[in-house]
Structures are given as C-alpha cells and as structure tokens.
C-alpha cells in the first residue's frame, strides 16, 4: 500500500502556484520522496524528487520539512495543461528497480 | 527528447486470446518495467526486468503474464490467454538507473477484452 497521504482534489487558478501537500508520516531515513503526475489517463511523468533539501527544476519545486514527515510540491505558475492527478511516492533509492506504488494521488484542477 | 513508445494504443481481444503489447524504451536505459491500470484505479506495478532476466514481479503477474526482450529495442508483455480483468491500460516504461533517477512512462497500450 501506499505510503503516503494527499488531498483527493485541488483547485487552483490559471497563473496562480499550485502548492500539493503530502503526509509520509513513517518515512524512512533511507527512502526519498518523488512527484509524478498523471494527465488524463497518459503514462505517469515524472516530476522531480528529494531527500531532504528543498528541490527546484523547470516544472516545479519539492519544500520537504525537517522532520521528513511531509512534503509539498509547488507549481509556480499553475497552466491548464498541469490539470492532472498528481501521486507523492516514497521509495528506498538503494534498491535495484523501481517499483513505484502509486496511491489515489491528488487531482489537480486549474481553471481560467 | 527521447520518449517511450507503445504499440499498439488500442487492442481488442477476445477472452481467451493471446495479446502481445509491445514497447520500445529509450534507447539508452538498462531497466525496464510493465505496469497497468485498471480504469478508475491506481497504476499498478507488474514487473521488472534486467540484464534479460526478471527482478522483480507482483503478485498480478502470474504464469499467464511473460515479459521478454527479443532483440536489442523491443520490449513485449505476453497475455498468454486474457481474462475480462486483463482489461486495462497497460504503461511500459524504463529507465537508465536502477535506484534512483526518473522513470520514463510510455503513453500506454489500453486492452479491452470482450
């Protein structure tokens, strides 16, 4: 299961930052948290990750508190094209493959 | 940019058939994965593969599912005999790291069986 908690459903508008919170409350010291995002029923894309360090990158930014046991993901500039489901996952990035468990996420609506 | 492509985008079989769904990853990545979803569900992981062997599988992936690698770009999923739950849509993806780094989805390949 999932090991991670998100709001079923956010709203945001059109040029506005889009801030997605998620719980990992039981995180591990040795599992890092990534954001992939789900368009319409394409294939997941990967958005970014981190450990504990706040990351940034061209699509968004990754503020994990210091405790570890949340995270949110900022869309600075919220498009139309970011309406998406949106999937906090935890994974140990010291095993061999990437067998992502992707929970319900969040879904994302961004309107004009 | 390099992407993931899947072939076919639709396939409807009858219970019962064979299916092939086939991917071609990025020319480049070591590691390769199938997973699907079911409509309405989560995305699911069925397997991984590396060094033209399996590392990992779920429970979903029994003896009816097989992964195979035939030449040095392809990459297929075997349905050896579809069940109505097989319906679903079905991601490859792939990527260059086994531990870390992003994975690369392709666009998906949905399997309705009637």
């Known amino acids: 299961d999932a090991k991670t908690t998100q709001p079923p459903s956010m709203d945001c508008a059109e040029g506005r930052a889009a801030n997605l919170p998620c719980n990992h409350s039981?995180?591990?010291?040795?599992?890092?948290v990534y954001w992939y995002r789900q368009i319409h029923s394409q294939g997941p894309q990967y958005i970014i990750h981190?450990?504990?360090n706040n990351e940034t990158n061209e699509m968004a930014s990754l503020i994990i508190t210091e405790d570890r046991k949340s995270s949110t993901l900022i869309l600075p500039h919220a498009t139309l094209r970011d309406t998406a489901v949106y999937y906090c996952?935890?994974?140990?990035?010291?095993?061999?493959?990437?067998?992502?468990?992707f929970g319900t996420g969040t879904r994302l609506l961004v309107s004009p | 940019e390099p992407e993931v492509t899947q072939t076919p985008s639709h396939q409807v079989t009858q219970m019962g058939q064979e299916v092939i769904l086939r991917c071609v990853p990025i020319?480049?990545?070591?590691?390769f994965y199938w997973y699907r979803q079911i409509l309405g569900q989560k995305v699911e992981f069925l397997v991984s593969?590396?060094?033209?062997?399996?590392?990992?599988k779920s429970e979903i992936f029994d003896d009816q599912f097989s992964v195979e690698r035939p030449d040095g770009s392809n990459f297929t999923l075997k349905i050896r005999s579809t069940k109505l739950e097989d319906s679903a849509m079905y991601f490859c993806?792939?990527?260059?790291?086994?531990?870390?780094?992003?994975?690369?989805f392709g666009e998906g390949s949905r399997l309705t069986v009637l």
């Open positions: 993806a792939s990527s260059y790291t086994g531990g870390g780094g992003e994975l690369f």
């Open positions: 020319s480049n990545h070591l590691y």
């Open positions: 981190g450990l504990k």
């Open positions: 593969f590396y060094n033209n062997e399996i590392s990992e």
């Open positions: 996952i935890v994974r140990p990035l010291n095993t061999g493959f990437q067998k992502l468990v």
């Open positions: 039981t995180i591990s010291g040795n599992e890092y």
